[in-house]
């Protein structure tokens, strides 16, 4: 662990009282960030060096005579945030709280910060702890503002705060001004993820994230690099891009390293070079970037930089995996499977794995403990779990639980038929273009399954699921024609033509099982299928979910 990691700026989840956890995040100021005293700012810099909390342990020493000088409230800062992480002693949030009251008391703007969050984190006043940090916010601290900027946009119940992303907005704005490099970075992302984005918002996103990193943050310096590298938005500029990212990397930022490592490992805007981005690889790993391991794990796997050799590939996904990295446990998962790496075939080892990827909110695994428990793959066949876990995916926002709830819905599998839920599921989908689920929308519209339509709304959502080379979709769609008067089909073909939005290719059929590429760390869209009839309802039930 590199213990200067937690020297920098953290924003960490607020929890109020006995376990209730509030969703918000705000800005704990850090010693790097606020502090000027020489005697201090050394000590900083040793604690920045240090590799584990052993280490630290002098550093904590040190720090903790300096404080006994009680008028210099940097001593007092740097004391209480060490007694907050933990860093050289064991973590003590009350010895924390009373160091940032000292601090806070000479008149240090960072610890009354510090101190409001404290106490809105460890079961103070709610109220009382919020206005600490709006009090200071309003005096025109742009760390404060900052720290109000994100518990507005997540909400604070406890307080009275109510998520509302205009307010955070302002708040960010107010602090991006009085030059905090986190707001900047904030506002960067906020106005590069609008819907419909335009070319002077994402010109405003670029400068704002320009600014970001000209106050020092890393990951604003590493995304920056990487579109200088690669021409994303900005006039391409390679050599001083990688001189960007091996400046962060030398700061000790070890997604620097995995973006070089990736730009090597996919040649765009340099050369493409496996054993280049094998040794970033390495050296990110070095850095505790324990994603690396799926890196380097895919690489032995895969003959890329390096010989092929599935024991070291096993080793990474393994070390990956016990460091609970979500997409090696599923590639270990995958191992077991397949034997690999010199393994047996061990269903119930891989479900195992996928069991615990899941519980960390690992999409992909949750899908694929969904077809297990289906197929009773490794565990006992159990149709109710199978939905609870594809529903646990859906909830976490994706397309294919989402679609595998709605089918077994649809069809019963887990003992249940509601038709009502299941067209809410594929209506959704179909707006955002889904052809799989135009194809069973339309199904469930001929059928009078609970989802009304007419005949054109029918021809058009078969139409653009047989566009999309569903099968089951252009079967309907012929024998719809059938039932269609030569008049009625030319109307439903104006209507295609006036209401087509171009379908996206529907993805190749695959099992939810499959290897998992550090390119593509999603399983594939399931084929859910419309049903032709009856008799291949119940011959495609075993497809469905797929």
Request: proline share 5%; aromatic share 8%.
């Amino acid at each position: 662990m590199n213990l200067s990691l937690f020297l920098r700026p953290k924003a960490l989840s607020i929890v109020i009282g006995l376990g209730v956890v509030v969703p918000a995040q705000a800005k704990f100021l850090s010693p790097p960030e606020v502090l000027k005293e020489p005697e201090v700012i050394a000590l900083v810099e040793t604690l920045k060096k240090v590799k584990t909390p052993e280490e630290s342990k002098p550093a904590f020493v040190e720090a903790l005579k300096l404080a006994t000088d009680a008028s210099s409230a940097e001593r007092q800062f740097l004391l209480a945030y060490l007694y907050q992480y933990g860093l050289g002693t064991v973590v003590s949030l009350e010895n924390a709280r009373a160091a940032y009251e000292k601090s806070a008391g000479a008149g240090f703007a960072a610890a009354k910060n510090n101190l409001g969050l404290l106490n809105l984190a460890s079961g103070g006043d709610p109220a009382k702890a919020v206005a600490m940090v709006e009090d200071l916010a309003n005096s025109g601290y742009a760390g404060a503002q900052c720290s109000m900027g994100q518990l507005y946009m997540d909400g604070v119940p406890a307080a009275s705060i109510t998520k509302d992303m205009e307010k955070a907005r302002v708040w960010f704005e107010r602090a991006a001004a009085g030059g905090d490099a986190d707001s900047a970075w904030t506002l960067a992302m906020l106005t590069a993820n609008q819907p419909n984005l335009t070319e002077a918002q994402a010109k405003q996103s670029i400068d704002l994230m320009e600014q970001a990193m000209k106050g020092g943050h890393l990951p604003a310096l590493v995304e920056y690099g990487t579109r200088l590298v690669t021409g994303n938005g900005l006039t391409a500029d390679a050599p001083r891009g990688l001189a960007l990212l091996e400046q962060g990397a030398a700061n000790g930022a070890g997604q620097a390293l995995m973006a070089l490592g990736s730009l090597y490992e996919t040649g765009q805007g340099v050369p493409r070079d496996g054993s280049k981005a094998m040794e970033y690889y390495k050296q990110a790993l070095a850095q505790n970037e324990f994603a690396a391991y799926n890196k380097l794990g895919y690489f032995y796997e895969n003959g890329i930089g390096a010989p092929t050799d599935e024991k070291k590939a096993l080793e990474n996904y393994q070390a990956g995996a016990e460091k609970k990295v979500g997409i090696c446990m599923f590639n270990l998962a995958v191992f077991h499977d397949e034997g690999k790496g010199g393994l047996k075939k061990d269903p119930a080892a891989a479900f195992d794995w996928h069991y615990k990827a899941a519980l960390s909110a690992f999409i992909p695994s949750q899908l694929a403990l969904g077809t297990r428990y289906r197929d009773g793959k490794g565990t006992t066949a159990d149709a109710q779990a199978a939905l609870a876990w594809y529903q646990r995916a859906m909830q976490n926002g994706d397309l294919t639980g989402a679609l595998n709830v709605a089918a077994i819905l649809e069809n019963g599998s887990s003992g249940v038929v509601d038709n009502k839920t299941a067209g809410d599921i594929y209506k959704e989908a179909a707006t955002k273009g889904n052809p799989l689920a135009m194809a069973s929308l339309g199904a469930m519209i001929e059928d009078g399954r609970g989802v009304q339509g007419d005949f054109k709304q029918v021809f058009l959502l078969y139409s653009a699921g047989a566009e999309a080379n569903i099968e089951a979709a252009g079967e309907r769609l012929a024998n719809f024609k059938k039932r269609l008067t030569p008049d009625q089909i030319k109307e439903a073909e104006a209507f295609v033509i006036a209401n087509r939005n171009p379908a996206p290719a529907g993805p190749p059929a695959a099992d939810p099982d499959k290897k998992l590429t550090p390119e593509n760390p999603k399983s594939p869209e399931p084929p859910t299928k419309a049903k032709a009839t009856e008799k291949a309802k119940a011959k495609d039930k075993d497809k469905d979910e797929r």
